[in-house]
C-alpha cells in the first residue's frame, strides 16, 4: 500500500493530468481525513477553493493537499505522545487508558460527530490543523469552552433521529445532548447531498467559490445549473 507522502508527490506533481492529481488527493483522505473522507473533501473543496473544472485552477489541489499534510503532521506528534503515555500506563498496570479515548480511535458508526458521515456538508466549520489541535488539547485534559468538536458556544439546537431528538451543536451537528432513551441514533441528514454530487463538486463554481443555490437544488433532486 502506498503512503499519504507518495499522494502527496503525485498531487504536486503538475505534469500529470489534473484529474490523476485529483485522485491521488483522494487517496491522501482515504489515508487521513479528520472529518470522516466525504466531509473533509467537502471541507477542502471550500477552504483550498477548489473549482468543479479542475482545470480551471490546478494549484487548488496543493492548497488542499496542504493543509491535509499540515493536519497530519500535528496528528502524528499526537499519536507518538499517546503512545508514549499509553506505555507509561501499562507498565505501571493500567491496561485501559486514564483520560479520554483518543480521539482518532472513536468509533464513527456509534459516535457523538457521526453526522459528518451522513450529512457531509455538517463538519465542522474550522481549517483542519485548528481541528486537530483543539482535539489533542481535550485529549490532553485542556479545559476548552464550546462544543468539543468546533468550539461553537452558541445554544444546541434539536435535531431529529427518527426516534427522537438530540441537541446537536448548530455549526458542526455534533451531538451535545444524546437521546433520552440513552442509546445512538442516526441524526437525519439536512441537505441530502450525495457523494457522487460532491466528488463532481457540484457546489463549486469555476471560479472556486460556493455555488449559492447548491443545497437548495440538491434537496430537491436537481443537478445545478
Known sequence: MTSFLTHRRLVHDGSLPVHRRH????TCLTR??????RATYHHLTLSARIPRRLEADPPALVRAVEELHEARVLWLA??????????VEKGAGRRTAAGPVAWWEASWWESPHDAWLHDPVSHPPLPLPEYVRRQGALLDGAALTGCPACGDERPAVLRSTGHGFVEACGACARVRRPCPCGRHHRVRPVAGADWAALWRRDHMTDAGTPYPHWLWTAAAGRPPR
Open 32 to 37: 487521513f481525513a479528520p472529518y470522516g473522507l
Open 23 to 26: 485522485v491521488a488527493l483522494r
Open 78 to 87: 499526537q499519536l507518538e505522545r499517546y503512545a508514549a503515555r499509553r506505555r
